[in-house]
C-alpha cells in the first residue's frame, strides 16, 4: 500500500530555515502529483503546493511563493519542501499527498502522510 512519512519538522526561530521531506513507497510515482499541505490548530487545511513527478513542474501558492520551493528526487522517492525566512504564523503540522491522476494541483489528493509539526518562535 501507499505510505507517505514526513520528516523534518521541529522548532525555528522566525528568520529561520527547515526543510521538510517525505519518502513515498508502496507504488510507481511516475504519473502523481505530490502536494504539500498544512493545517494549524483551529483552522482550515491549506495547500501550499505541489509537483509533478514525472516533469518536476512545481506549482506554489501566491501565500508562500518567494519563501517555499517543492523538489523531488526521483533515485529516492523522496519529495521535499523547503521553507525560507519562516515566520510564526507558518506554524502548523504539515501534511504530505499525493494523488495517482487528474491535473489539479490543489485538490483531489487519495493519500495523506501523517503530518510533521512546525514550530515557529518570534
Known amino acids: 500500500q501507499v505510505q507517505l512519512v514526513e520528516s523534518g519538522g521541529g522548532l525555528v526561530q522566525a528568520g529561520g530555515s527547515l526543510r521538510l521531506s517525505c519518502a513515498a513507497s508502496?507504488?510507481?510515482?511516475?504519473?502523481?502529483?505530490m502536494g504539500w499541505f498544512r493545517q494549524a490548530p483551529g483552522k482550515e487545511r491549506n495547500f501550499l503546493g505541489a509537483?509533478?513527478?514525472?516533469?518536476?513542474?512545481?506549482y506554489v501558492a501566491d501565500s508562500v511563493k518567494g519563501r517555499f520551493t517543492i523538489s523531488r528526487d526521483t533515485a529516492t522517492n523522496t519529495v521535499n519542501l523547503q521553507m525560507n525566512n519562516l515566520k510564526p504564523e507558518d506554524a502548523a503540522v504539515y501534511y504530505c499527498?499525493?494523488?495517482?491522476?487528474?491535473?489539479?494541483?490543489?485538490?483531489?489528493?487519495?493519500?495523506w502522510g501523517q503530518g510533521t509539526q512546525v514550530t515557529v518562535s518570534s
Open positions: 509537483i509533478r513527478w514525472a516533469s518536476g513542474n512545481t
Open positions: 499527498a499525493g494523488r495517482s491522476w487528474g491535473i489539479s494541483w490543489s485538490s483531489g489528493y487519495e493519500y
Open positions: 508502496g507504488r510507481t510515482f511516475s504519473s502523481w502529483t
